[in-house]
Each structure stands twice: as C-alpha cells, then as structure tokens.
C-alpha cells in the first residue's frame, strides 16, 4: 500500500474521532431533556459513557500512528464551539425528532467502523482491527436497541400526545 492510502485512512480516523466528540455533544443534549422516558436515558447515558470511551481508543489510535496529542486537541476545540448551536432547537415531537437524529447517526458511524475496519485490514494494521471492532459492535447494539424501541416509543409518544403536555420529553 502507498503513502497515500494510509494518509486517506488517518483522515478516515480522524472524521471518525470528530464523529465522536460530535455523538457526546449529540447525547448530552438528549439525555438533559429526556424527562419522562427513563429507559431511553438510561439506555443514552450507557452510550454516552461508550461513547467517551471510543474518542479516547480514538485519540490514542491517531497517536499511535503519528497525530501529535496537540493537534487532536485542537480539532477537539472547535468541535465543542460548534456543537453548542445543535442543542438549541426543541420541536413540540422533539424526543421522536431526537430518535430520528440518533438513528442515523448510529448508522452513520457503522458505515464509518466499517470502511476503517476493512482498511486497516487491507493496510495491514491489525492494532487498529482489534481497537475498532469492538466499537462496531457498541455502534450494532445502540443501532439495534434504538430500531426495536421506535415503534414502542412512538406509541408512547402518541398515547401521551394529547393528555401530557411533557409528552414531547
Ligand atoms: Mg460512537
Ligand atoms: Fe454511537
């Protein structure tokens, strides 16, 4: 493999650790406004604390293979300044919005653990293999629990709509 695949595949690992420092921002936000639905918190706030875990097997990953600690850092930095705005629109079906919104990005980052996975095969980097499928795996059960609870939810959701007014949380 040239120089060039592996570059293409450090920036790969970087978008995915970005991604990450994106999902905290993403979970903090729902699982603050999650009031009446217990489980969905409970279930986000184990995600967040993968979710924490991942950025870190992240971080450290770029290290190995050459990011300075500094320059992640940097990156980390602006990522947080963006974030801020996302969490500022509540619509009146916000938890149903907020499912949307986690459903794809799960998948999103499947697609991501995926194509890093198979080019760190294809690189011959079986370091980053045994960092990266683990996190698939948490990504394949946060997107599998969120798929079996949709329609649960979005019943919930209904059945309260007209009587709660905190339905929407
Ligand atoms: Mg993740
Ligand atoms: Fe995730």
Do not use: C
Not at 19 to 33: C, K, S, V, Y
Not at 99 to 115: C, D, G, P
């Amino acid at each position: 493999m040239t120089d060039t695949a592996h570059e293409t595949w450090m920036m790969w690992l970087r978008d995915a650790h970005a991604m990450e420092a994106q999902a905290e921002t993403m979970l903090n936000a729902q699982i603050g406004r999650l009031e009446t639905y217990p489980a969905i918190r409970m279930r986000m706030e184990q995600h967040l604390r993968e979710t924490t875990a991942q950025r870190d097997a992240l971080s450290r990953l770029l290290e190995t293979h050459g990011d300075s600690a500094s320059a992640i850092k940097d990156t980390m930095g602006k990522l947080m300044a963006a974030g801020q705005g996302l969490s500022g629109v509540f619509a009146a079906d916000e938890v149903m919005k907020g499912s949307l919104a986690s459903y794809t990005f799960e998948h999103m980052e499947i697609a991501s653990y995926r194509m890093l996975i198979a080019g760190a095969q294809e690189l011959g980097m079986t370091d980053a293999v045994a960092v990266l499928e683990p996190i698939l795996q948490q990504e394949i059960a946060m997107a599998d629990w969120l798929s079996e609870n949709l329609a649960p939810l979005t019943r919930s959701f209904l059945a309260r709509a007209d009587s709660d007014l905190q339905a929407k949380r």
